[in-house]
């Protein structure tokens, strides 16, 4: 059988025992099978650019490869081209993209160098799977080391349509990367209209019957292929942790009050002010649900290093200070918002108090956090997903209260809605909402992958 070899910007090594906030490393660890190799970045950000050959851990079967980062690196690779120009750009947001030619040079040279550290520790066999969009030209230079393995890409994010993608500097070269690997994923059918959109229309390739486009003699056959979250598993670390004391400290300070929940890392493609501006609408127009219910928003700090992260930290505090000032009595706070991660399990059994799951990201590729509320609920006494309909997960999860996550006015009544919806509507969709997440698994997902990546079918 031949291995699999993990390719992805940041690794979680195994010495890494906390909390973890980010979707690829939480379906990572639910799809690793014994026997692969993970490759990356370590994390560790070095003060002059480091060596090329990789460092090497094992656990639990797994090998684990990887490299450091300089400090002038990251801010260039890392905060500045990826997540200061693809990431806005993937989630529609032209307006925070800020583009410099030194830091494109610099993600191709980290790119490079990826592929350097990488192309000596692999057999002839291997089967290689490369993540998300910090990663895109890496195929291309594995091709261009002799590498003729079979390789994959996946991408986390949306991605848009041409008119979008043209703002892009450099589109040309970024699409003929994508067109360098044997399969490329995506969560939705739209994502992958908009990249063979982009195809067409920017580097003048007609896709064929079959999603594939051919470029220089090598064919890339784009796929889709929701991710999904290790459904069982995730029920079953709910209700452990309603056992235990986390759990119940949280439901001893609701004293019979609702729960409402947010998590999401601290990010401006999740929707958080609007989100918080509904929630107060709803305290306003609604003054029946003030004092009975209090809104959880975790908000795990992400990518502080980028300037748009730092100002949304500060709209955040401004909205959640204002709500509490406004509402707030002595004996109750309508917000809760903590910006530090809290352990897996205890997030499950939080999930399972939440009578609203509020999940209103105004773009996102997949949005697992949707799912997990989903699994981690109690099938006799549901709590109600709202859903924005710009998540990936709204193609899949139609029984959730769908709102436009612009619109607070909107995020409000679905609240109203979901607190006042009797227990058999609300068990009627989370039966509806439960199959899907139960059909469309972490390890249904990287099979799909690996399948088409084998050139099976799925
Ligand atoms: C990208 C795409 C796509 C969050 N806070 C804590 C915590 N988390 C966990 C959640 C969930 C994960 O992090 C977040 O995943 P999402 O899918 O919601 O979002 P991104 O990080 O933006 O992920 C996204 C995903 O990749 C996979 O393809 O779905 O669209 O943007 O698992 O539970 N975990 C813990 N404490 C926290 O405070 N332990």
């Known amino acids: 059988m031949s291995r699999l070899v993990i390719v992805s910007n940041r690794v979680p090594v195994p010495t890494e025992r906390g909390p973890r906030a980010g979707g690829l490393a939480v379906a990572m660890a639910d799809a690793l099978e014994p026997g692969s190799l993970w490759f990356g970045w370590s994390g560790k950000r070095t003060a002059r650019a480091a060596t090329v050959p990789a460092v090497l851990a094992e656990a639990d079967g797994i090998s684990y490869a990887t490299i450091d980062l300089s400090d002038y690196e990251y801010r260039l690779f890392y905060s500045g081209f990826s997540n200061g120009v693809l990431w806005p750009l993937l989630h529609f947001r032209l307006g925070l993209v800020h583009y410099r030619s030194e830091e494109y040079q610099c993600y191709r040279a980290i790119n490079r160098r990826f592929a350097e550290a990488l192309a000596p520790l692999l057999g002839p066999d291997d089967v290689i799977w490369v993540h998300d969009y910090h990663l895109i030209p890496l195929g ?158 975790v908000a795990a700090r992400s990518r502080e290093d980028v300037n748009e992260y730092q100002e949304l930290r ?65 099938s006799r006494d549901p709590g109600v997903l709202i859903l924005s309909r710009f998540a990936g997960a709204a193609e899949e999860l139609t029984e959730a209260l769908i709102v436009n996550p612009f619109d607070p006015d909107e995020i409000a009544d679905a609240m109203h809605t979901a607190l006042t919806m009797r227990l058999e509507e609300r068990q009627a969709r989370h039966r509806a909402l439960r199959e899907k997440v139960w059909a469309s698994t972490a390890r249904r997902f990287s099979e799909q992958f690996l399948a088409a990546l084998a050139g099976r079918d799925g």
């Open 314 to 378: 500060i709209a955040l505090d401004r909205i959640v200070g204002d709500t509490i000032g406004q509402y707030s009595e002595f004996d109750w706070v309508p917000v809760r918002y903590m910006t530090r991660p809290l352990r897996r399990g205890t997030l499950a059994g939080f999930y399972r108090v939440a009578r609203m799951g509020v999940v209103t990201p105004l773009r996102d590729g997949m949005n697992l956090v949707a799912k997990e509320y989903v699994a981690a609920q109690d």
């Open 140 to 297: 291309e230079e594995l091709r261009a080391r002799g590498v003729t393995n079979r390789i994959g890409f996946f991408l986390h994010t949306p991605f848009v349509p041409p008119e979008v993608f043209r703002a892009l500097p450099r589109a040309e070269q970024i699409l003929a990367s994508l067109c360098a690997y044997d399969v490329v994923g995506f969560h939705t059918e739209e994502f992958r209209r908009g990249f063979l959109r982009c195809v067409h229309d920017i580097l003048g390739l007609a896709p064929d019957a079959d999603h594939g486009v051919t470029m220089g003699g090598r064919r890339a056959q784009a796929i889709v292929d929701p991710i999904g979250i290790d459904a069982e598993g995730f029920a079953a670390a709910a209700e452990r942790a309603w056992r235990g004391n986390e759990v119940r400290r949280m439901r001893a300070s609701m004293a019979g009050r609702a729960l409402a929940i947010g998590v999401d890392r601290l990010d401006y493609s999740k929707g958080l002010v609007q989100r918080l501006d509904g929630f107060g609408r709803l305290l306003a127009q609604h003054p029946e649900h003030r004092q009975r219910v209090s809104f959880l928003q």
